[in-house]
């Protein structure tokens, strides 16, 4: 005969009555200020080559009108981090840091495009400010990422 016990009841109603993103998140590691300010840098880096190969490449054809440059570049920067993001999950700065973008109620799915060109318009428009409320929040989620319903995680680490 099995007998009752009120421990198993307390633990049950425990485990039910949790959030369900708690559920999703259980084993998520976030990255640290730090580390996302290193992949930004990496972005930096890497839009700064594009630019420049793009601008020898231009060159190369002679006589191009001005505008036609800078339409050209400014396209290219604005489609950057919004396309990659949306398309493959991460920048090159996230993939060489091991993180990923992913919808926040969502976790394994990626973000949409529209998703994507908020965030990044956000993250433009406030700048370094966005990032002061990544350590402020258990997701270590920025001002960007709570406008867009975004979340960065770390990936291919084990939870602490």
């Known amino acids: 005969m099995e007998t009752f016990d009120s421990k198993d009841l307390i633990l049950d109603s425990a485990e039910n009555s949790k959030d369900p993103l708690e559920l999703k998140y259980d084993g998520a590691v976030f990255p640290s200020l730090v580390t996302r300010i290193k992949a930004l840098f990496i972005d930096v880096v890497i839009m700064l080559i594009i630019f420049t190969g793009t601008t020898l490449f231009i060159d190369a054809f002679g006589d191009i009108p001005s505008f036609a440059k800078g339409f050209i570049l400014i396209f290219m920067f604005y489609l950057y981090d919004p396309i990659l993001t949306s398309f493959t999950g991460s920048t ?26 908020l965030r990044f318009i956000t993250k ?20 960007h ?16």
């Open 92 to 117: 090159l700065g996230h993939k060489m840091m091991k993180l990923k973008v992913r919808k926040y109620n969502d976790p394994e799915r990626r973000i949409s495009l529209g998703q994507a060109f």
């Open 124 to 143: 433009g428009l406030l700048g370094w400010i966005s990032f002061l409320t990544v350590t402020g929040n258990k997701r270590k989620r920025a001002i």
């Open 145 to 160: 990422d709570i406008a867009s319903g975004s979340i960065i995680l770390r990936t291919g680490y084990a939870a602490r």
